[in-house]
């Protein structure tokens, strides 16, 4: 084969050559990197992922509500019980006498959302009554308007089908035993999903139930109940019922309360004629009336009410207390006003003997 004469070898001189040889190794480059960039948005993939797949998990607990109660109970394990009710477990404090001798308890009904919010006023009657021989058993009633719950975003159907999954593979014998704390808080989470859809009333109802049980199983007969103004039509509404009148001694009356303090501590929720009618309907309750804030108009309206118809209901023993004046309550202060006035009223009104539990 004749060789061709006129062509020339390809020279590395060549600047155009160069060119070509450069641009091929760029493109061989990119081409050869593609992978690894492929490799690393996959891997920032699976982080934001993992990321969306864990902010969907099932939170520790129902509710920030249920959340605060736990945490209440394991700080005060000494004091928390959790109560049965048939709309699940409640939780309450339960504060043992320090004294030789105990007189009986004061059950404090409050209408707050949690133990921890809960006025100084009140928490340094809990904390500090057993001092002096006076039990304490606090328990929070339902409030008035319940709080809205936000929805909890759903996790996605792969996740949901992937837990099915893990489920179905996981024996009985493998899952690690709930411990009673689990037990409580679950208990208390489903009250708390449920108790939305149950009236008030209701509730209050079963939950003075679940708190005069505890006590009747300790022997513990001689009741003093504090209820605010919010909670005190409701919760008279279910005790009242329940006392009975002594005909031998009408200073004395059978249970399951001796006598009754009335904390007006909501002013925006003041008792009207026919709710105070209601609970000042028994004559031989001793009744203490607490207001707080300072004597302004609508509050001296509503303190000339109160004696007006415990008046006319023929109460035998109203007292009205008004502590605008007083130095402020705290939690530690154990010789503050009102707890001397509140404890001194118990003594005289309601002072019983501790009965000892007959042994089996």
Do not use: C
Not at 150 to 177: G, L, M, Q, V
Not at 186 to 206: G, H, Q, T, V, W
Not at 221 to 237: E, P, Q, R
């Amino acid at each position: 084969m004749p060789l061709a004469r006129n062509q020339k070898p390809i020279s590395f001189a060549n600047p155009s050559g160069w060119l070509l040889i450069t641009l091929i190794f760029m493109i061989t480059n990119v081409y050869s990197q593609e992978p690894e960039s492929d490799k690393q948005q996959s891997n920032e993939q699976q982080v934001e992922a993992q990321a969306s797949n864990s902010s969907v998990e099932a939170a520790p607990y129902a509710s920030r509500a249920i959340r605060d109660k736990t945490l209440i109970a394991n700080a005060l394990q000494d004091e928390s019980i959790w109560l049965d009710t048939e709309y699940g477990k409640i939780l309450a404090l339960h504060r043992i006498t320090e004294a030789k001798s105990t007189f009986g308890v004061l059950v404090l009904l409050h209408a707050a959302e949690d133990p921890q919010h809960w006025p100084p006023a009140l928490e340094n009657l809990r904390a500090n009554l057993p001092r002096y021989g006076w039990e304490t058993l606090a328990l929070a009633m339902p409030p008035q308007t319940p709080m809205s719950i936000p929805a909890r975003p759903s996790s996605s159907s792969s996740s949901e089908h992937n837990s099915e999954n893990i489920d179905s593979t996981t024996n009985d014998n493998d899952k690690p035993n709930q411990t009673a704390e689990n037990n409580s808080v679950s208990s208390a989470s489903s009250s708390s999903s449920s108790s939305a859809s149950i009236s008030r009333e209701f509730l209050i109802s079963a939950y003075i139930d679940a708190a005069i049980t505890y006590l009747s199983q300790k022997n513990q007969f001689n009741v003093v109940v504090l209820t605010d103004n919010s909670s005190a039509y409701y919760s008279l509404g279910k005790l009242l019922p329940m006392i009975k009148d002594n005909q031998k001694d009408p200073n004395t009356i059978d249970g399951p309360l001796q006598a009754l303090i009335i904390a007006n501590l909501q002013q925006q929720e003041p008792l009207t004629k026919t709710e105070l009618e209601s609970i000042f309907n028994n004559a031989q309750l001793p009744v203490m009336d607490i207001f707080f804030a300072a004597d302004y108009s609508e509050q001296q309206t509503a303190r000339n009410l109160h004696r007006a118809v415990a008046m006319r209901q023929k109460l035998n023993d109203y007292q009205q207390l008004k502590l605008n004046n007083q130095p402020t309550v705290t939690e530690t202060d154990f010789q503050s006003f009102l707890l001397g006035r509140v404890r001194g009223f118990m003594q005289k009104k309601a002072s019983g003997v501790e009965l000892k539990k007959e042994e089996d």
